[in-house]
């Protein structure tokens, strides 16, 4: 594991505020108690408070102590965890509100309705496949046929011999 | 076959012209449109093999389920790119795309063509975007290590066949896939016979890859961004399967006596690389080495040639595609998040991504081939005609499923089970797109089991 030593980036600004928004939060969470919430709302506005105290503890936080986890590769966009501090249904496509409900629509709807269901259904009710069902019917039949016919089930050469044109006989 | 591709071409053109907010709305939505379209391809009701032909694409039994899958993946390519683009300036965005679609273009090409000469230019150019996804949009700085990696083991690879394709130009005076599947099988044994069987197989065998020259895959599948590490294991690497499949048909009867290095590197790879597995830090790098495996099998079955065989190789190339793929998703969904891929960083997300664990359980179900997916019928098919070929492979095949559900369980309990560490409990939850990209991974692999005569190829 490498470990790689920067200056202090965005990204690293970014990790010791959600460190202390971390404390910050936990420290609420113990001392503020709201009666009749579910856990559910909890969540949501403890979420919420960590969005805002994040923003609110941005200029105090550089004595916070620096977490001991290699620094991820790449750098983590900072507006991850704002996204949904501003549309709590983000479905993961845009931040605009609009395009994101519009997109997922879209992708459901021409993914599952259109490509997976229609799809299965055509594909289910394509005709034989190969023409392996009807070799099946076609074979059962031309074995009752020699049956009736008293002929062998199935000729020995797979083609008649005399379709094969043999040089004649002493010729190099 | 032209309603499938003029769309995909003009794609591009959409990318350009489309309007900023309804980019990758429009391009999703369309890419999955041609992807509806693309089933008609499944419809093969004469026994004759070529259907939907002009003079220089057709489509048969063995390219129809590799192209449907080429087209159902730029959808799924798209919805994962999504993310990790947003931050990027348009312009760049659109490139991305615009490199997405003509690698499908030349995907699309290359599995329809029925000319050698122009499989082999659409084989050599889907390289180029490749290296381009790889190399500009990676993220760590072994992604330029990696492109070498990459291009260069398939070049090497590939000028060796251009020479034989010339060569067998030369000789036949065409190279028309029509034409050559009925020459007569008279590849005797002579030196120069057996350099020109090696310049034909070389390419493919890289491509799949084989054990000895796979070094190529880990490095590109991990530096590679989730569309890149998508297409390459969903589909480049069946490139090299569907080559090989192609091509081996002419080589009777050299093949015989020449095939034994390659089935035993093959053969071996399945074990070595299943191990490799199980040492893993780096959760790309262990999926990487994963589909080294199952290629390996899949080579090996088309180097012993019988009808099974190549039923099971085509089986397990589509459904490795889909389930490969899907594992690529799902660990770029833990890299979004945490920024690493090491494994021992992003465990117990059970607890706080129950959703996702599922899909995780699934997939890696079907990694290590558990009735009734895909992959079992696959490895099924193919593991008893090694058999057949030889008594003694089971003990390899078998030591090598058994590593195989080892090591997908391992990804399983180190990703999902146990504690959760504490930088790990405050990521985002999964995003609606992200468990959409996993139902239309799984979605179509679960579907399949029901009709699997469509991917089983023409010996079915």
Same mark, same amino acid.
């Given at each position: 594991m490498r470990t790689v030593h920067r200056e202090l980036s965005g990204i690293q600004l970014w990790r010791r505020r959600k460190m202390a928004a971390r404390s910050i939060g936990l420290l609420r969470r113990l001392r503020v108690w709201r009666p009749g919430v579910g856990a559910g709302c909890q969540a949501v506005s403890s979420r919420r408070v960590l969005g805002h105290s994040s923003?609110?503890?941005?200029?105090?936080?550089t004595s916070a102590p620096e977490p001991a986890l290699p620094i991820g590769h790449g750098d983590a966009p900072p507006q991850e965890v704002m996204l949904y501090d501003k549309n709590p249904?983000?479905?993961?496509?845009?931040?605009?509100?609009?395009?994101?409900?519009?997109?997922?629509?879209?992708?459901?709807?021409?993914?599952?309705?259109?490509?997976?269901?229609?799809?299965?259904?055509?594909?289910?009710?394509?005709?034989?496949?190969?023409?392996?069902?009807?070799?099946?019917r076609e074979a059962e039949r031309q074995l009752k046929q020699r049956e009736a016919e008293g002929l062998p089930a199935i000729d020995v050469n797979y083609y008649s011999t005399d379709r094969i044109a043999l040089p004649p006989e002493g010729e190099e | 076959m032209l309603k499938i591709l003029i769309p995909t071409i003009m794609m591009i053109p959409t990318t350009y012209f489309m309007n900023k907010k309804w980019l990758w709305t429009s391009t999703t939505s369309y890419s999955l449109l041609i992807a509806t379209m693309s089933l008609l391809w499944f419809k093969w009701n004469l026994e004759t093999a070529w259907n939907f032909s002009n003079n220089f694409l057709a489509i048969d039994p063995l390219s129809?389920?590799?192209?449907?899958?080429?087209?159902?993946? &730029?959808?799924?390519?798209?919805?994962?790119?999504?993310?990790?683009?947003?931050?990027?300036?348009? *312009?760049?965005?659109?490139?991305?795309?615009?490199?997405?679609? &003509?690698?499908?273009?030349?995907?699309?090409?290359?599995f329809s063509a029925t000319e050698l000469?122009?499989?082999? *230019?659409?084989?050599?150019?889907?390289?180029?975007?490749?290296?381009?996804?790889?190399?500009?949009?990676?993220?760590? =700085?072994?992604? #330029?290590?990696?492109?070498?990696?990459?291009?260069?083991?398939?070049?090497?690879?590939?000028?060796?066949?251009?020479?034989?394709?010339? *060569?067998?130009?030369?000789?036949?005076?065409?190279l028309s896939m029509f034409m050559l599947q009925h020459i007569s099988n008279n590849l005797m044994a002579t030196s120069w016979n057996k350099f020109w069987w090696l310049a034909c197989m070389i390419a493919f065998l890289v491509k799949m890859p084989l054990y000895g020259v796979h070094l190529w895959l880990p490095k590109a599948h991990v530096e590679a961004p989730i569309a890149g590490s998508m297409i390459l294991a969903a589909i480049l690497l069946k490139l090299g399967g569907y080559g090989m499949m192609r091509i081996i048909i002419m080589l009777n009867p050299l093949t015989k006596e020449m095939m034994y290095p390659f089935l035993i590197l093959a053969v071996w790879g399945i074990i070595m690389t299943s191990s490799?597995?199980?040492?893993?830090?780096? &959760?790309?790098s262990l999926i $990487?080495?994963?589909?080294?495996?199952?290629?390996?099998?899949?080579?090996?079955?088309?180097?012993?040639?019988?009808?099974?065989?190549?039923?099971? $190789?085509?089986?397990?190339?589509? $459904?490795?595609?889909?389930?490969?793929? $899907?594992?690529?998703?799902?660990?770029?969904?833990?890299?979004?998040?945490?920024? =690493?891929?090491?494994?021992? &960083? =992003?465990?117990?997300?059970?607890?706080?991504?129950?959703?996702?664990?599922?899909?995780?359980? #699934?997939?890696n179900?079907?990694?290590?081939?558990?009735?009734?997916?895909?992959?079992?019928?696959?490895?099924?098919?193919?593991?008893?005609?090694?058999?057949?070929?030889?008594?003694?492979?089971?003990?390899?095949?078998?030591?090598?499923?058994?590593?195989?559900?080892?090591?997908?369980?391992?990804?399983?309990?180190?990703?999902?089970?146990?504690?959760?560490?504490?930088h790990l409990t405050f990521i985002n939850p999964s995003y609606t797109r992200e468990h959409l990209l996993i139902y239309l991974h799984l979605l179509p692999s679960m579907l399949i089991i029901l009709k699997p005569e469509l991917i089983m190829g023409w010996t079915f």
């Open positions: 923003r609110e503890q941005a200029g105090s936080v249904d983000y479905h993961g496509f845009s931040a605009d509100p609009y395009v994101d409900v519009w997109n997922m629509r879209l992708a459901f709807f021409c993914g599952i309705s259109l490509a997976i269901v229609v799809g299965s259904v055509f594909v289910h009710y394509l005709p034989d496949h190969g023409m392996r069902q009807w070799a099946r | 129809m389920p590799l192209l449907v899958l080429t087209c159902w993946l &730029l959808p799924l390519m798209l919805l994962a790119s999504q993310n990790h683009l947003m931050n990027e300036p348009y *312009i760049r965005q659109q490139t991305y795309i615009t490199l997405l679609i &003509l690698l499908q273009i030349f995907l699309i090409m290359a000469i122009l499989f082999y *230019i659409m084989f050599e150019a889907t390289l180029i975007p490749t290296l381009i996804i790889i190399t500009r949009w990676g993220n760590q =700085t072994e992604r #330029l290590n990696a492109g070498i990696y990459f291009l260069f083991y398939t070049l090497m690879g590939s000028l060796p066949l251009l020479i034989a394709l010339l *060569i067998l130009q030369n000789d036949m005076n065409t490799i597995c199980l040492r893993q830090t780096d &959760l790309k $990487a080495y994963s589909s080294v495996s199952h290629m390996g099998l899949v080579a090996a079955a088309i180097l012993i040639q019988t009808p099974w065989s190549f039923a099971g $190789a085509t089986t397990l190339m589509i $459904a490795h595609g889909l389930i490969s793929s $899907a594992l690529f998703c799902l660990s770029n969904t833990n890299y979004e998040r945490t920024h =690493t891929r090491t494994l021992i &960083l =992003t465990r117990g997300l059970q607890i706080i991504l129950p959703l996702m664990a599922t899909s995780w359980f #699934l997939i179900l079907a990694n290590l081939a558990l009735p009734p997916s895909l992959n079992l019928m696959g490895e099924l098919l193919i593991i008893t005609s090694l058999f057949k070929w030889s008594n003694w492979t089971i003990m390899l095949t078998g030591i090598g499923m058994m590593l195989t559900a080892s090591y997908s369980l391992y990804m399983f309990l180190m990703t999902q089970r146990g504690p959760t560490p504490q």
